[in-house]
């Protein structure tokens, strides 16, 4: 089961950082990832991280800005997002992978998600 929190109402420029709350003993073994989804568009990557945490993997539009790390000791995955823009406003979704490995950029690579936290950036 995955629990994501951490969204909110933010300016641009600002950073939010999101976590994922993982129950079970899958969190350490499978990659996984953050999606976003903004209102009449579909769902898209974010970023991606392996089972291992040795690969994480970005969508261009976050490179440089936003971070994905793990949080074992918590059974945690972050999400810290920094210099936010208006084009990053929309509900965030982590998810669990079907694999170990190199994290994959479709939601058809994952098997769980979570119910999402909204993140708004007010221009």
């Known amino acids: 089961q995955l629990q994501a929190s951490g969204g909110g109402l933010v300016q641009t420029g600002d950073s939010l950082r999101l976590s994922c709350a993982a129950s079970g003993d899958t969190f350490s073994t499978y990659a996984m990832g953050w999606f976003r989804q903004a209102p009449g568009k579909e769902r898209e990557f974010v970023a991606g991280i392996s089972g291992s945490g040795g690969i994480k993997l970005y969508a261009d539009s976050v490179k440089d800005r936003f971070i994905i790390f793990r949080d074992r000791a918590k059974k945690m995955l972050i999400l810290q997002m920094n210099s936010l823009k208006p084009e990053d406003m929309a509900v965030y979704y982590c998810?669990?992978?079907?694999?170990?490995?190199?994290?994959?950029?479709?939601?058809?690579?994952?098997?769980?998600w979570g119910q999402g936290t909204q993140v708004t950036v007010s221009s």
């Open positions: 998810a669990l992978a079907r694999s170990t490995g190199i994290p994959g950029r479709s939601t058809h690579d994952y098997a769980y």
